[in-house]
């Protein structure tokens, strides 16, 4: 069955990070209606294996799709990282023509091209940095790019975990960017959707010389052309509405979510995922 122009856009993470990305589409493209899974039962995906990974995003995809979204956006960098072409190649081996787009080439295509020194920065979980896929994406934008890759296995976690900031985040913080500054990168790539919450501290570490690159706003546009290219844009003049769907506790998704959201979340309902998937 082909889409409509008014079915949602779908968006999905392993917890409440990708909601940064849904707030530049929320803001680029207001007249879409937006649906958002939060796998928090599952989260954090950054310590997953890549079997585990493509088996969540497959089983979270189906989801949405049943649920009638128009297109995937997939808001986590290690399931984007590891899951992409398995959830391109499922929707194939289905039948169903919907556009997926990850948050790896959109971030890593902005970086490139506003690079003055060929020397840029990747912040990330693990699991991300250890696929490879940044690497593989610099290079296909310009070989001549030097990428420095930075693990970072319990930034993501911290931020999940909505503590207040003190100095012994300020000082882990510090800690990843020391090999970025050794490195004189001009721009850092926040491979992880959590991270623009930690943006001010970055700056500050990092100092002026260094833009940072988040994915949203390419995100926003990639999508954009997507729907263009299928005439699946929105013709609605007012606002689209938006909704929400996390694997646990719903109040602690809606209180964390509206710090990352930055607009008041809505209707938050519990899924139950997993029955095909061993957590």
Same mark, same amino acid.
């Given at each position: 069955?082909?889409?409509?122009?008014?079915?949602? &856009?779908?968006?999905?993470?392993?917890?409440?990070?990708?909601?940064?990305?849904?707030?530049?589409?929320? &803001?680029?493209?207001?007249?879409?209606?937006?649906?958002?899974?939060?796998?928090?039962?599952?989260?954090?995906?950054?310590?997953?294996?890549?079997?585990?990974?493509?088996?969540?995003?497959?089983?979270?995809?189906?989801?949405?799709?049943?649920?009638?979204?128009? !297109?995937? &956006?997939?808001?986590?960098?290690?399931?984007?990282?590891?899951?992409?072409?398995?959830?391109?190649?499922?929707?194939?081996?289905?039948?169903?023509?919907?556009?997926?787009?990850?948050?790896?080439?959109?971030?890593?295509?902005?970086?490139?091209?506003?690079?003055?020194?060929?020397?840029?920065?990747?912040?990330?979980?693990?699991?991300?940095?250890?696929?490879?896929?940044?690497?593989?994406?610099?290079?296909?934008?310009?070989?001549?790019?030097?990428?420095?890759?930075?693990?970072?296995?319990? !930034?993501?976690?911290?931020?999940?975990?909505?503590?207040?900031?003190?100095?012994?985040?300020?000082?882990?913080?510090?800690?990843?960017?020391?090999?970025?500054?050794?490195?004189?990168?001009?721009?850092?790539?926040?491979?992880?959707?959590?991270?623009?919450?930690?943006?001010?501290?970055?700056?500050?570490?990092?100092?002026?010389?260094?833009? !940072?690159?988040?994915?949203?706003?390419?995100?926003?546009?990639?999508?954009?052309?997507?729907?263009?290219?299928?005439?699946?844009?929105?013709?609605?003049?007012?606002?689209?509405?938006?909704?929400?769907?996390?694997?646990?506790?719903?109040?602690?998704?809606?209180?964390?979510?509206?710090?990352?959201?930055?607009?008041?979340?809505?209707?938050?309902?519990?899924?139950?995922?997993?029955?095909?998937?061993?957590?």
């Amino acid at each position: 069955m082909a889409s409509r122009p008014d079915q949602p &856009v779908a968006v999905f993470d392993s917890g409440v990070g990708g909601l940064t990305v849904l707030h530049e589409l929320l &803001v680029s493209l207001p007249t879409e209606d937006y649906l958002y899974l939060g796998d928090t039962a599952r989260f954090p995906y950054g310590e997953r294996t890549p079997e585990e990974l493509q088996a969540f995003s497959v089983e979270i995809a189906d989801h949405l799709l049943d649920a009638g979204a128009k !297109l995937l &956006v997939v808001a986590c960098n290690a399931a984007s990282s590891a899951a992409l072409g398995a959830i391109e190649r499922h929707l194939l081996e289905t039948g169903r023509e919907v556009d997926v787009i990850g948050v790896v080439a959109p971030a890593t295509q902005l970086a490139v091209a506003g690079s003055r020194t060929g020397r840029i920065g990747l912040l990330a979980t693990p699991a991300t940095v250890a696929s490879g896929a940044y690497e593989r994406a610099v290079n296909a934008a310009d070989p001549h790019v030097h990428l420095e890759s930075v693990p970072c296995p319990d !930034l993501a976690p911290i931020i999940q975990g909505g503590v207040a900031f003190d100095a012994e985040v300020v000082d882990t913080v510090r800690r990843y960017c020391q090999p970025l500054r050794a490195a004189a990168v001009d721009r850092v790539i926040l491979g992880c959707t959590h991270y623009p919450l930690v943006a001010p501290m970055l700056q500050r570490i990092l100092g002026r010389g260094v833009t !940072l690159v988040t994915s949203g706003t390419g995100v926003a546009r990639s999508v954009e052309r997507a729907l263009a290219s299928r005439a699946l844009l929105n013709p609605q003049l007012e606002e689209g509405a938006y909704r929400f769907l996390c694997t646990a506790d719903v109040e602690s998704f809606r209180a964390l979510g509206t710090r990352f959201l930055q607009m008041p979340l809505g209707e938050v309902a519990k899924v139950e995922l997993g029955a095909r998937v061993a957590a």
